[in-house]
T-cell receptor
Framework: GAGVSQSPSNKVTEKGKDVELRCDPI?????LYWYRQSLGQGLEFLIY????????KSGLPSDRFSAERTGGSVSTLTIQRTQQEDSAVYLC????????????FGEGSRLTVL | RKEVEQDPGPFNVPEGATVAFNCTYS??????FFWYRQDCRKEPKLLMS???SGNEDGRFTAQLNRASQYISLLIRDSKLSDSATYLC??????????????FGGGTRVLVKP
């Protein structure tokens, strides 16, 4: 498809387990963002990749969270030793411009930590 | 203080009425501004950019007030389909990575017959 693809769409895990969330941006988009959205809340910035520049990791809530982007395309967000407060929808978005442009979001990965 | 703040609402609006709401931002270095729309349990989608001189897109009008550091969105002749959460988005330079887009918590609008 032509849009941003995220997987899995739903993930239920036990507290303490590690999870990996994947984002496949629109082909050719240089900017990639991860946000998370808790129920009824706004979007919380996590991390931003722009081309080959060092990513802006300022939004990652703890060292249990990490993300990488391989070859300037697919990105993986990893959460180690998940906690119940990590439960949220994790949204990935990509953009075609170096400057601020329209963000195209995926449908999100809904994470539930039991 | 949050970097981008919005009244969460809900704003209950009769069909056909006009509704307006604001978004304030704290960082004076912010350069670009946007309104996104998010339907229930869906991903956000761009509604419109906000230009310095203000801009209109059909029934929607966006304004920017740099001196007071807020942007506004006005919806005229509200339709039932306008019911959604409206997210304010602010961009500022962010070191080597280039830009950081920060979302407000959203303003919920409910248009009723």
């Amino acid at each position: 498809g032509a849009g941003v693809s995220q997987s899995p769409s739903n993930k239920v895990t036990e507290k303490g387990k590690d999870v990996e969330l994947r984002c496949d941006p629109i082909s050719g988009h240089t900017a990639l963002y991860w946000y998370r959205q808790s129920l009824g809340q706004g979007l919380e910035f996590l991390i931003y990749f722009q081309g080959n520049s060092a990513p802006d990791k300022s939004g990652l809530p703890s060292d249990r969270f990490s993300a990488e982007r391989t070859g300037g395309s697919v990105s993986t967000l990893t959460i180690q030793r998940t906690q119940q407060e990590d439960s949220a929808v994790y949204l990935c978005a990509s953009s075609s411009r170096t400057g601020p442009g329209e963000l195209f979001f995926g449908e999100g990965s809904r994470l539930t930590v039991l | 203080r949050k970097e981008v703040e919005q009244d969460p609402g809900p704003f209950n609006v009769p069909e056909g009425a006009t509704v307006a709401f604001n978004c304030t931002y704290s960082n004076s270095a912010s350069q670009s501004f946007f309104w996104y729309r998010q339907d229930c349990r869906k991903e956000p989608k761009l509604l419109m950019s906000v230009y310095s001189s203000g801009n209109e897109d059909g029934r929607f009008t966006a304004q920017l007030n740099r001196a007071s550091q807020y942007i506004s969105l006005l919806i005229r002749d509200s339709k039932l389909s306008d019911s959604a959460t409206y997210l304010c988005v602010v961009n500022r330079p962010s070191g080597a990575a280039g830009n950081k887009l920060t979302f407000g918590g959203g303003t919920r609008v409910l248009v009723k017959p």
